[in-house]
C-alpha cells in the first residue's frame, strides 16, 4: 500500500533577497518570544536576523557542536527555561536544526509543549523539511546517535534564501548537497516510481547534478559568489533541489547509506556533511537488486542493475569533480575500527544491512572495506 504523510509545516518562503522581509512576520505563525540557535561563525548572519526579527528575540543560544551531543540539548534546553523562549529561530546547518528539534521535544516531555521552530538554513541536507533528528548519547562506554522522529518537532516555518548559503564554507556546503541527493535515493527504498516522492526526488537529483557539474574548482563559496562564477539563482536552485529530495520525509524510510552515515558520525565523528560522500554511490551499487527498477526514475533510460551503476557513477564522479572525499582513509579513518561499525550496523540496523541480499554480512564487510 502506498501512502502519503504530511508534516505540520505551515509555511515556506522562498526566493532572492526574501530574508528580511519574511521575518519580519513571524509573528503571524505563532512565533513568539524567540530564542536564537545558532553557531560562532555565523555570528554577522545572526545579527542581520535579530535585527530584523525586531526587539522579540529573547535570547542565543550558540554553542552546538557536531552530532548534537546529548548533554548539548540539555544546556539548550535550560536556556530556553532561562529565557522564558516560547519558540526558536534556528540559524544554521543540520546539527542546528536538529538540535532545535531535540530541544523541542524535551520541551514538550518536561513542561507540555513543543517549541516552534523558524528554519534558516545555511546547508543543502534538507533537514529543515523533517521530523526526523539524531542524539549522540553514551551507551555504556560508546557514543551511539540515536534516531527520532517527532511530527510535531518538524519547523512550523522555514525561510530559503541565497543570502543563507552564500557564505558557507565550500566544503560543508557541497558535501550537504551530496547529503541531499542521499535523501532522494534512499527515500526510493520502500516507495514505488510512482509515489509522489519519487518524482519530486528525480526533479531534486537533476537539480543538484545540474548546478554541481559545473561549480567552480577550488574557491571558497563566497570568492566564487562575489567573482560571478556562481550566481544567487544557481544558490536557489541548490536550495529548491533539497527541498525537492526531502519533500515528503514522512512518507519514506532511508537505508544502508544513512545507517553507515549515522555510525560513522555519532559514533566515530565523522562530519555529518561527508559521509554520504563515502557512502551513497558505493551502496547504491551494492543494493542494487533490492531497489531493481526504481532507480530508473533518475536517469530514465538505463534499468534494473544499470540503472543502479548509472546512478552511483554519476554520483562519484561528481563527488571527486568537486573534490569531496570519497574514501575513509581520504579523513584519517583509522582501519581497524571497521569490523567495529559493522558490529554496531548489524546490531541497530539488521533491516538496512539486509537490503545487501544474500550473505548480507559478509557484504556488508566487504563494502566497508571499499569504503575505507
Known sequence: MQQLDFLPQEKVVWGRQVLSDALTKLGRYGIDRPILFTVGPLAELANEVVAASGS???????????????????????????????????????SVLDAAKAVSHFHQLRHGSHLPIVALPTTLSGSE???????????GAVKFKRSYAVRETAPRVVIIDPELIRGTPRRLLLSSAIKGIDHAVEGMRLVEPDHPHAILAASGVSRFLTVLNRWPSGVETKLAFDAGSITPDDLLQLQLAAWQCYFFPASVIYGLSHRIGHILGGTF?????????????PVIAACASFYGEKLRIFNGQASGREAASVLSSDIAGVVTSLGLPSKLRDIGFDRSLLSHVAELLLENYPREVDDLGVDARAKLADLLESLW
Open 129 to 139: 523539511f523533517s521530523h526526523y533528528f539524531g542524539v549522540t548519547e553514551m551507551v
Open 56 to 94: 522579540d528575540v529573547v535570547g542565543e543560544f550558540v554553542d552546538f557542536p557536531p552530532h548534537v551531543p546529548e548533554t548539548t540539548v540539555n544546556d539548550a534546553l535550560r536556556a530556553c527555561e532561562g529565557t522564558g523562549a516560547k519558540s526558536i529561530i534556528a540559524l544554521g546547518g543540520g
Open 269 to 281: 565523528g565523522v562530519p555529518h556533511s561527508l559521509t554520504s560522500c563515502i557512502t551513497l554511490a
